[in-house]
């Protein structure tokens, strides 16, 4: 039966989210869309092929959340708006009893500092009140947390490392932009390289090095290209080898160009990606939330940007006593996701699995009282929609090397 769901945010990733949502009448029965700005809430509706209602909440505040659930009534709560938003709408889920999916976990606005921590501890409370919550349901966390979990299943025995590589290939003709929201992608990039090195529970732990320190050239299959890929620190890491114990190394790439880097280095150097706040014309400011309000919104990028995104995972391990190395990735195209719902494929390919997360909690596939990651559930059913809604995905499969 259909059910109905409450979408919080109304950016570049809800955009894709919603329409993808609106397109399964059989699975979203009803969406509210709600944000800070309705008037964004509106546009998006606008665009939909049947109609969408539309509202205005604080996410901030638990309780306008809440009130929110209560008129609405939905069975599951999409975040889509910001990681800070996250606890308050978890907090409004459990007072309401409603179901709760996001795509990024919490940070606190004053320290960029990206754990799971705080939402894993909901675990009990969401158990005791007999609701799912299911974190990090976008491209990486999500879809790569699902690809580890399907090599997991699939192909080995034993995973013993994981390098989650995430390239986008393409080029948006802007001297300088992000392909999601400013704030989160400078803090994120920013912040020290972390990775993993030996057994959880035993040895293992997060090695920190200085941001960017470590890259190295990476060959995209299919044609995409070869770029130049930067070790960094990403929150699925911290997941995945608490729920595959036996990896015993797990590092995180993605790509920049050298004009992407040099802009940011500047920004940093003169204090604009600074999040502490500063007195400007007697008025507190953070300056790298001002330097988002200067910067292209990455919903406005997708009429202009080209190329590939190619994102995968991978894996090195054992089968059958034998050595083996695995690549499940996926490639998506600017321009189509542009025809299709009017968004680049970075917003792309975090709309369409937050819409399959969605799905998989609704239909009940991945529904289970409790906080769970995306790798706590059958891959199975997840990689299935994946190839139907639009990010069809390969694998890359020498049985020895
Ligand atoms: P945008 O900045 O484009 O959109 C964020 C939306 O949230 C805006 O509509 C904004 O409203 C709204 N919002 C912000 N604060 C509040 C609030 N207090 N109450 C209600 N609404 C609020 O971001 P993106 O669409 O690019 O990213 C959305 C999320 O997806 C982020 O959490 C990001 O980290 C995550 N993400 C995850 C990826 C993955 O692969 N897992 C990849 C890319 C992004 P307003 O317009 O008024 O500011």
């Not at 409450?6 to 979203?28: D, N, R, W």
């Not at 509106?42 to 109609?51: E, H, L, S, V």
């Not at 803090?187 to 200085?210: N, Q």
Request: some cysteine.
């Amino acid at each position: 039966m259909a059910k109905k769901v409450l979408i919080i945010g109304a950016g570049g990733v809800s955009q894709v989210a919603t329409l993808k949502c609106a397109m399964l009448p059989e699975v979203f029965g009803e969406i509210t869309l709600a944000s800070r700005t309705e008037s964004k809430c509106k546009a998006i509706a606008a665009r939909a092929n049947r109609p969408i209602k539309t509202a205005q909440v604080d996410a901030d505040d638990a309780r306008q959340v809440a009130e929110l659930i209560r008129a609405e009534k939905p069975d599951l709560v999409m975040n889509i708006a910001l990681p800070y938003q996250d606890l308050p709408i978890m907090d409004a889920c459990l007072e309401t009893g409603v179901d709760y999916l996001d795509t990024a976990n919490y940070e606190p606005r004053e320290t960029a500092k990206f754990e799971y921590s705080w939402q894993w501890a909901y675990r009990e409370r969401f158990a005791a009140k007999g609701i799912c919550a299911l974190l990090g349901s976008g491209f990486d966390p999500g879809a790569t947390n699902v690809f580890t979990a399907w090599m997991a299943k699939h192909l080995f025995d034993e995973i013993e490392t994981i390098d989650i590589v995430d390239v986008n290939g393409g080029n948006h003709g802007k001297a300088f932009a992000t392909n999601f929201n400013p704030e989160i992608n400078i803090r994120e990039v920013s912040a020290k390289c972390r990775h993993w090195e030996g057994l959880y529970g035993k040895d293992g732990k997060f090695v920190e090095t200085d941001p960017m320190s470590m890259h190295k050239s990476f060959e995209c299959p299919d044609g995409v290209g070869t770029y130049e890929i930067y070790r960094m620190y990403h929150e699925e890491m911290e997941s995945l080898v608490q729920n595959f114990p036996t990896i015993k190394r797990a590092q995180f790439w993605m790509s920049f160009s050298p004009s992407y880097l040099n802009h940011l280095q500047v920004l940093k150097d003169v204090g604009m990606t600074r999040i502490d706040p500063i007195v400007y014309n007697g008025v507190e400011i953070v300056p790298l939330q001002f330097l988002k309000a200067v910067l292209p919104e990455p919903s406005t990028l997708g009429s202009t940007t080209k190329g590939k995104t190619c994102i995968g995972v991978i894996a090195e391990g054992t089968k059958d006593g034998k050595r083996k190395r695995a690549y499940v990735y996926q490639v998506c195209d600017h321009e189509e996701s542009f025809r299709e719902v009017g968004s680049q494929a970075i917003s792309y390919t975090t709309g369409v699995p937050a819409m399959i997360g969605a799905k998989m909690v609704l239909e009940g596939k991945w529904r289970k009282p409790g906080v769970w990651n995306m790798e706590n559930f059958d891959p199975d059913p997840f990689m299935d929609d994946l190839n139907k809604y639009g990010l069809p995905w390969k694998v890359q499969d020498p049985t020895e090397y």
